[in-house]
């Protein structure tokens, strides 16, 4: 049993055996993940590939802690140190909580918020993280080199451009490689490069961010970690707000030095162009090779920020961006326009009353979630109330003002957009909601309704609502705000 030695580990830490062990999912991550815990306590059981690697997050994770920086806590790690047990910071990533805004390209101001807060506290990784950091500990290699910018760019042109059947002239492309690794090496600094600085990586626990999965940083430019989180391909910020997300990091950063802020964004844009290319290289590996769907589905939003950036280098690549211009033209690149089209999901949401029963799921997928709604205080009870439904306005402002509703249906949406955001990444068609109360006429029908308008103005998909007990069925569209 390969969590044998994660259970062992759990036993030598607190005393007991762990009551249940459950594997979730690692992304693009070698190495595997489980929730080890009692009724008591949780925390995160890791089995990684390298011990190098292991402990090079372990040790980064203490020496980021003593900075007072939110990184997971390190309770035990294996003789071999192959395993160790980390912090549980919850199931909820940065990635998750934007999941509305990245959908319906809309971020609301509670995303807004977050993001900013997170790329705040990245100088104070950059810089107080580097201070006393020995880089000779830093596993792929101490620092951003000459051979980190050629390995990159051969990457991206195996595991890419060459996949794209693309033809051209080897000894050309090379030629302008060289000059870009030549300016991007202009620019390195002592600063703590993350180098895989973005939203799967920031845990979110009681509104603060929490930050996982440094252990391939090193020495390095600053704007490469901004590069990375403002201009992730698949979460696809407007322009506004990426402007915004770097006037948010660049007063951060003047904690610590002085900025022109001029200068400053002229030289990021140089590196969102090499970034760009290496999540290409990455997205085509794990796609293309390891036929990994979600990595396929992101290539066009990477592709996207490529064309964006490629009127800025033509006088000094003008050989490369000639190619890359090719590239991106192709139709298979083309982004979807989820203005125009569904994606395969169906939501169904329904009301309903317990005296009757739950609904039945007609998609014979077992169902989905089921909301008791009795707890929200009952307009019901009072005759005046009693001939309307949750649809009329006078319910609505009962509930809204004294039915303490909010609380409640502020977790469902967090429920409901962290369930669709994974349905829609695994292609899954069917998702089911039911709210009930004791008759499905005013609570179960209202918070019914607020959920098929929550999910409407953030997902392009096809929902159908239904309130059971009062012969109601409609299907609502997309309508984004």
Same mark, same amino acid.
């Given at each position: 049993m390969?969590?044998a030695?994660?259970?062992?580990l759990?036993? /030598?830490?607190t005393?007991v ?9 690692s992304?693009?991550?070698n190495?595997?993940?489980f929730?080890l ?5 949780s925390c995160?059981?890791?089995?990684g =590939? ?11 994770a203490?020496?980021?802690?003593s900075?007072?920086?939110?990184v !997971?806590?390190i309770y035990?790690?294996?003789?071999d ?18 999941a509305?805004g990245?959908?319906s ?14 790329i705040a ?7 107080e993280?580097?201070?006393? &950091?020995?880089?000779?500990?830093c596993?792929?290699?101490?620092e ?5 910018v050629i390995f990159?760019?051969?990457?991206f042109?195996?595991c ?8 051209y002239n ?10 870009l ?5 202009a &620019?390195n600094?002592?600063? $703590?490069?993350? #180098?895989?600085? =973005? ?10 961010p ?9 020495k390095g !430019? ?8 403002? &201009? =992730?391909?698949r ?9 915004e997300l ?6 951060a950063?003047r ?5 022109d802020?001029?200068?400053f #964004? ?6 969102? $162009?090499f970034?760009?290319?290496q999540v ?14 979600h $990595?396929?589905?992101?290539?066009p939003?990477a ?5 964006d950036?490629? !009127? ?11 190619v ?6 192709m139709?298979?690149f083309?982004?979807?326009d989820?203005?125009e089209s ?7 949401i329904f ?8 609904p039945?799921d007609?998609?014979?997928n077992?169902g989905?979630?089921? $909301? ?5 205080h009952n307009?019901?009870?009072?005759k005046?109330?009693?001939?309307? /439904?949750?649809?009329?306005?006078e319910?609505?402002?009962f509930?809204?003002g #004294?039915?303490?509703?909010?609380p409640?249906?502020? #977790? ?6 962290t369930?669709?955001?994974?349905y ?15 008759g499905?006429?005013h609570r179960s029908?209202y918070?019914?309704e607020?959920?098929?308008g929550?999910i409407?103005s953030r997902y392009n998909i ?5 309130h059971r007990?009062?012969?109601i069925?409609r299907k609502?569209?997309w309508?984004? =705000?």
């Amino acid at each position: 049993m390969r969590t044998a030695e994660l259970e062992n580990l759990f036993r /030598t830490y607190t005393g007991v055996f762990p009551e249940h062990v459950e594997e979730f999912s690692s992304s693009g991550s070698n190495r595997t993940y489980f929730r080890l815990g009692t009724r008591e306590f949780s925390c995160i059981g890791v089995i990684g =590939q390298v011990a190098e690697e292991n402990a090079t997050f372990c040790e980064l994770a203490a020496h980021f802690a003593s900075k007072g920086i939110r990184v !997971p806590a390190i309770y035990a790690v294996s003789e071999d140190g192959m395993y160790y047990l980390q912090e549980d910071l919850g199931k909820t990533s940065l990635f998750d909580m934007i999941a509305g805004g990245r959908i319906s390209g809309k971020y609301s101001p509670e995303d807004i918020a977050l993001l900013k807060k997170t790329i705040a506290e990245l100088p104070k990784i950059q810089i107080e993280g580097a201070a006393d &950091w020995d880089f000779s500990r830093c596993f792929h290699r101490q620092e951003f080199n000459e051979r980190s910018v050629i390995f990159d760019l051969h990457y991206f042109k195996y595991c890419f451009l060459k996949a794209t059947g693309l033809e051209y002239n080897e000894e050309a492309l090379e030629d302008d490689f060289m000059k870009l690794k030549d300016d991007l090496l202009a &620019w390195n600094g002592d600063t $703590f490069m993350y #180098r895989d600085f =973005q939203s799967r990586n920031v845990m979110i626990r009681d509104g603060e961010p929490y930050f996982i999965d440094f252990q391939g940083g090193m020495k390095g !430019p600053l704007y490469m970690d901004v590069a990375s989180f403002v &201009w =992730q391909a698949r979460s696809d910020f407007p322009p506004n707000l990426k402007d915004e997300l770097v006037g948010t990091y660049i007063e951060a950063l003047r904690r610590y030095r002085d900025v022109d802020e001029d200068e400053f #964004r002229k030289n990021l844009r140089l590196f969102v $162009f090499f970034r760009t290319l290496q999540v290409l290289a990455a997205y085509g590996f794990r796609g293309n090779f390891e036929r990994k769907r979600h $990595f396929l589905e992101s290539i066009p939003y990477a592709v996207a920020n490529l064309r964006d950036m490629l !009127p800025f280098f033509e006088y000094r690549y003008p050989y490369m961006c000639e190619v890359f211009g090719k590239m991106v033209s192709m139709p298979r690149f083309a982004k979807k326009d989820t203005s125009e089209s569904h994606t395969g999901l169906k939501v169904r949401i329904f009301s309903f009353s317990y005296r009757k029963g739950i609904p039945d799921d007609e998609s014979g997928n077992g169902g989905g979630y089921v $909301f008791d709604c009795r707890a929200i205080h009952n307009p019901g009870k009072y005759k005046e109330y009693k001939s309307l /439904t949750g649809m009329d306005r006078e319910v609505k402002e009962f509930l809204e003002g #004294r039915g303490e509703v909010q609380p409640f249906l502020d #977790r469902v949406y967090a429920l409901a957009d962290t369930h669709i955001e994974k349905y829609l990444g695994r292609g899954f068609t069917d998702l089911m909601f039911a709210f009930g109360c004791t008759g499905g006429q005013h609570r179960s029908v209202y918070c019914a309704e607020a959920l098929a308008g929550h999910i409407a103005s953030r997902y392009n998909i096809e929902i159908d609502l239904v309130h059971r007990e009062q012969g109601i069925e409609r299907k609502i569209r997309w309508q984004r =705000q």
